[in-house]
């Protein structure tokens, strides 16, 4: 749903890095950062929304979120779907997988394509070192459960 010319990374790489470096749920600030509805949107209103930036609600952030995944209780604290909802329920908790943003129609594929050419070899390489730990559970594990409960 983003407009069709969106945001240029280079200008606004240095902010973008500090978002993606922050632990919490980045979506909503990088949906910020983007350029908002395009004029072809599929609602049927009075009022020009083009521009605006506000959640839409999908629920593809929560969806999308590993550490919801494995902690599936924290969705209880709200019913709302929300990136807000997610920032709120996950907090310093955080991943830092950026599997939201990428999920957001909202976000503009300018920084979709930034995190996947710039970010996600680390992003990966800190998941693979998690895996190890003895201390996290592995995906392995939960798909295992998953299939056998």
Known sequence: MP???????????????????????????????????????????????????ECLGCGNCVDACPFLFREPYRRDKTEQRTSMALESTVGEDCDQCCACVLSCPQ??????????????????????QRIGDEDDMDLDLFVEEAISG
């Open 3 to 53: 407009q069709r010319i969106q945001v240029n990374v280079t200008e606004i790489e240095s902010i973008l890095n500090q978002i993606l470096n922050t632990k919490s749920p980045p979506v909503g600030r990088c949906r910020l950062l983007s350029s908002g509805f395009g004029p072809a949107h599929a609602l049927n209103i009075c009022e020009d929304i083009t521009g605006h930036k």
């Open 107 to 128: 976000v503009d594929t300018t920084i979709k394509h930034y995190i996947v050419n710039h970010r996600l070899v680390e992003i990966m390489s800190r998941l693979a």
